[in-house]
């Protein structure tokens, strides 16, 4: 779970959804306040977790799976995802850190 930068304390997981869903990048931190920044690390590593969703694809590739299960089957990774990424959410103080892409 993601902890805040400036007070330290670790915010669950309804939280960091509720934060992360917004089309706004500064987060404001429900402990103190302080705004927070998701690191580029974080937004690598999430996107990497989204390819998950893809994994019923590349299965299919190597066995005939039924179309009607395939997409039976991708909700149900795209929930997995759903669940897994606020655990890998890393939150910054500042916008970017230098020398940071
Ligand atoms: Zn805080």
Same mark, same amino acid.
């Given at each position: 779970?993601?902890? &805040? *930068?400036?007070?330290?304390? /670790?915010?669950?997981?309804? *939280?960091? !959804?509720?934060?992360?869903?917004?089309?706004?990048? +500064?987060?404001? &931190?429900?402990?103190?306040?302080? %705004?927070?920044?998701?690191?580029? %690390?974080?937004?690598?590593?999430?996107? $990497?977790?989204?390819? !998950?969703?893809?994994?019923?694809?590349?299965?299919?590739?190597? $066995?005939? !799976?039924? #179309?009607?299960?395939? $997409?039976?089957?991708?909700? #149900?990774? +795209? +929930?997995? #995802?759903?669940?897994?990424?606020? $655990?890998?959410?890393?939150?910054?103080?500042?916008?970017?850190? !230098?020398? /940071?892409?």
């Amino acid at each position: 779970m993601p902890t &805040c *930068q400036n007070c330290n304390k /670790e915010w669950n997981w309804k *939280q960091t !959804i509720k934060k992360t869903t917004t089309l706004d990048p +500064a987060m404001t &931190c429900p402990s103190c306040g302080e %705004k927070q920044y998701q690191t580029q %690390k974080s937004k690598k590593r999430i996107s $990497f977790l989204t390819v !998950i969703i893809l994994v019923p694809l590349l299965i299919q590739i190597f $066995f005939d !799976i039924p #179309v009607i299960i395939l $997409f039976s089957l991708l909700p #149900v990774f +795209a +929930a997995i #995802v759903f669940l897994l990424y606020p $655990f890998f959410v890393e939150l910054s103080s500042k916008e970017r850190y !230098i020398g /940071e892409q």
